[in-house]
């Protein structure tokens, strides 16, 4: 969109620019604000146009970038300046990323960084702390009902301590990523405590309903996010008589998007949280922030729009934060989070790669790699400018996300295959290793998700009961080799607390109260710095993991091929049991990856290396060594991996 006749925004905030930050912080302020004023315009005139706002909104909030900018402190301008030269920084081949609960990993913020030495060791480059904010008391969705932005958690700490530890963090070159809920805060939040009282500048930050007439309308196309404990997505509210959009809990109350005014409330606190420290902000969330009768209300294009306009205004006043989408929706819905539209739109500068990790799982239990083969060859690559982040477990439960087109295409029915995958995690289907739990069941969908710690879903516990070795030996394998497909396929493999040492589902995650109907604590246990001290013993389990992890952190580092900027594309080799592909960088020779889902022993065609370009294979890294060579195939151990380079 071109600017406005007559209107020199550029010009108009020049002199204001140059006199806060001074002549060369205030040129770069304006370049910046040259480049993104068109993407800005254009996404704020889509979403607010129709409110005639648009001429009065987008000065104000380049003020606001302004004065985010120059209260920014010096270090992190230090940091924004390096990383302005290189945009890439995020995505180079030692970015590793591990995410924690503060309170779990440490007890409190000060606890965590008395346990860097650890992520250190591990070859952390990115932390991940999971909601740290001022939540409300009792229930509150593991953190997501936030009642005060501008304050932490007093369990945790301070916004003093959340500083001093970004602060050695950055010293130890590691980046800090929190979240920030968008699509609501907890009915406790101030915002949210005016409305009720009638305010009516802030009755217009939530969605009111008289009666059920709209909420009826939207709940005909509306999915159930916890259908168990939450069912319905409004909730109505005694003291008004009135009904309240509440997507998740009744204690969560959706934000009106649609008023610009939340929009600029938003990005105060977004700025705010950044200039704490805060190198990532996960907005959580984010799919879910407009509203479209008809629809299920997700990924609809005001939603993008909005995302847009927030990292526009981001790159703007502090162009080293980024921002990384919590979108956990279908493959084909996902690219659009990093900008990948039918024409390219800076959007958000990271997503989570749920296919990758879900699909993982299904290669896992059937033992068949042609469904993971299919899927991530047909989805379509991310701008260069922006990247994944890859992993095998998270906070959250795992939802089958198997798309129907997908498992048609390897004759996979999918509705059967979902269902036998909740059953196999479950421990449930004959012949399973896995001790998880469903998590949401939904009788009227066939919906089941899955909680449980990796361990505990690769079959670490039935071998551990049992005293078997071979299988206690087959456990940890499907436990490397998940995490070297998320290290080595293409983005920021994060590792989720707990998993560097082999850590299993706790048994007694409802003994706190608030976590009583909420089995995602099953995957949620305290760190165990006991079973950490063994992290150095290569007999133990959290030895033998703990070593697997770092070798693959090194290998990482050792050729740019694997960083998550470089290209992959999935190889047709013929093996239903073995996922290969192919990692590609101009500035360095190609990594051929090969993952076995198999119970024995599997042949791949050395014809497959060719079709790499590797011409003098040697293992990068292996789980087994050298690389085994038979009558011209390369033979592969049951649950094992490879990636191979050349000399």
């Given at each position: 969109m071109s600017r406005e006749p007559g209107v020199d925004l550029v010009g108009t905030v020049r002199p204001v620019a140059l006199e806060q930050l001074g002549l060369l912080e205030g040129e770069a302020f304006l370049a910046r604000l040259d480049l993104v004023l068109p993407d800005l315009r254009d996404a704020l005139e889509e979403v607010y146009g129709a409110h005639g706002d648009v001429a009065r909104l987008v000065p104000d909030l380049v003020a606001d970038a302004l004065a985010a900018a120059t209260s920014r402190p010096e270090p992190l301008r230090v940091l924004d300046r390096r990383r302005e030269v290189d945009p890439s920084w995020f995505l180079a081949e030692d970015v590793v990323g591990y995410v924690c609960y503060a309170d779990r990993f440490a007890g409190d913020l000060r606890g965590v960084r008395e346990h860097l030495d650890h992520l250190e060791e591990l070859g952390v480059r990115y932390l991940h702390l999971m909601p740290l904010l001022k939540s409300r008391e009792g229930e509150n969705d593991g953190g997501y009902a936030v009642e005060d932005y501008d304050a932490v958690d007093p369990r945790l700490g301070t916004m003093a301590d959340l500083e001093a530890l970004a602060e050695a963090l950055h010293e130890r070159g590691i980046a800090l990523c929190v979240d920030l809920v968008l699509n609501h805060t907890a009915r406790e939040h101030v915002w949210a405590q005016k409305a009720l009282a009638g305010d009516p500048a802030y009755r217009a930050?939530?969605?009111?309903?008289?009666?059920?007439?709209?909420?009826?309308?939207?709940?005909?196309?509306?999915?159930?996010?916890?259908?168990?404990?939450?069912?319905?997505?409004?909730?109505?509210?005694?003291?008004?008589?009135?009904?309240?959009?509440?997507?998740?809990?009744?204690?969560?109350?959706?934000?009106?998007?649609?008023?610009?005014?939340?929009?600029?409330?938003?990005?105060?606190?977004?700025?705010?949280?950044?200039?704490?420290?805060?190198?990532?902000?996960?907005?959580?969330?984010?799919?879910?922030?407009?509203?479209?009768?008809?629809?299920?209300?997700?990924?609809?294009?005001?939603?993008?729009?909005?995302?847009?306009?927030?990292?526009?205004?981001?790159?703007?006043?502090?162009?080293?934060?980024?921002?990384?989408?919590?979108?956990?929706?279908?493959?084909?819905?996902?690219?659009?989070?990093?900008?990948?539209?039918?024409?390219?739109?800076?959007?958000?500068?990271?997503?989570?790669?749920?296919?990758?990790?879900?699909?993982?799982?299904?290669?896992?239990?059937?033992?068949?790699?042609?469904l993971p083969a299919q899927a991530l060859a047909r989805r379509r690559q991310v701008p260069r400018q922006s990247g994944w982040v890859t992993y095998v477990r998270n906070h959250d439960d795992i939802g089958w996300a198997v798309g129907d087109e997908d498992a048609w295409a390897v004759a996979v029915d999918p509705a059967r295959h979902r269902a036998f995958l909740a059953d196999f995690y479950a421990g449930r289907h004959p012949g399973s290793f896995a001790s998880g739990a469903d998590f949401q069941a939904d009788p009227g969908s066939g919906s089941v998700r899955t909680s449980g710690m990796t361990a505990s879903l690769a079959g670490l516990d039935e071998a551990l009961e049992h005293g078997w070795p071979a299988?206690?030996?087959?456990?940890?394998?499907?436990?490397?080799?998940?995490?070297?497909?998320?290290?080595?396929?293409?983005?920021?493999?994060?590792?989720?607390?707990?998993?560097?040492?082999?850590?299993?589902?706790?048994?007694?995650?409802?003994?706190?109260?608030?976590?009583?109907?909420?089995?995602?604590?099953?995957?949620?246990?305290?760190?165990?710095?006991?079973?950490?001290?063994?992290?150095?013993?290569?007999?133990?389990?959290?030895?033998?993991?703990?070593?697997?992890?770092?070798?693959?952190?090194?290998?990482?580092?050792?050729?740019?091929?694997?960083?998550?900027?470089?290209?992959?594309?999935?190889?047709?080799?013929?093996?239903?049991?073995?996922?290969?592909?192919?990692?590609?960088?101009?500035?360095?020779?190609?990594?051929?990856?090969?993952?076995?889902?198999?119970?024995?022993?599997?042949?791949?065609?050395?014809?497959?290396?060719?079709?790499?370009?590797?011409?003098?294979?040697?293992?990068?890294?292996?789980?087994?060594?050298?690389?085994?060579?038979?009558?011209?195939?390369?033979?592969?151990h049951p649950w094992s991996y490879a990636w191979i380079t050349t000399t």
């Open positions: 930050f939530y969605r009111f309903f008289p009666d059920r007439t709209e909420p009826d309308a939207y709940e005909r196309t509306l999915p159930e996010v916890f259908p168990d404990t939450a069912p319905g997505s409004f909730t109505h509210l005694p003291e008004t008589g009135e009904w309240v959009w509440t997507t998740f809990h009744e204690y969560q109350w959706d934000l009106n998007w649609a008023n610009p005014a939340v929009f600029r409330s938003m990005l105060g606190v977004l700025l705010t949280l950044a200039n704490r420290g805060v190198d990532v902000v996960r907005l959580d969330a984010a799919p879910f922030l407009w509203k479209r009768v008809g629809t299920n209300c997700q990924n609809q294009p005001e939603a993008h729009r909005i995302l847009q306009a927030l990292r526009a205004l981001t790159r703007l006043a502090m162009p080293g934060v980024l921002l990384k989408a919590e979108a956990i929706v279908g493959p084909d819905e996902l690219v659009p989070y990093l900008g990948g539209h039918e024409r390219y739109r800076p959007e958000c500068d990271l997503a989570y790669d749920n296919q990758l990790m879900v699909m993982g799982w299904s290669a896992l239990a059937a033992r068949d790699a042609r299988d206690v030996d087959a456990a940890l394998r499907r436990v490397e080799l998940l995490h070297a497909v998320a290290y080595a396929f293409g983005g920021i493999p994060l590792v989720y607390m707990g998993d560097e040492i082999a850590m299993r589902s706790d048994p007694d995650w409802a003994a706190e109260p608030e976590h009583g109907d909420d089995n995602r604590w099953l995957h949620r246990p305290r760190m165990d710095w006991v079973a950490a001290e063994r992290r150095h013993d290569p007999q133990c389990p959290e030895g033998r993991i703990f070593s697997a992890l770092r070798a693959m952190a090194a290998a990482r580092r050792s050729t740019e091929s694997l960083r998550s900027d470089a290209d992959t594309w999935v190889v047709n080799q013929g093996n239903p049991r073995v996922l290969a592909w192919v990692r590609h960088h101009p500035r360095a020779a190609p990594v051929l990856g090969v993952a076995c889902f198999s119970d024995g022993e599997e042949l791949l065609d050395a014809t497959v290396l060719r079709h790499a370009g590797i011409t003098d294979p040697r293992p990068l890294l292996s789980s087994d060594g050298p690389l085994d060579w038979w009558s011209g195939q390369l033979r592969l």
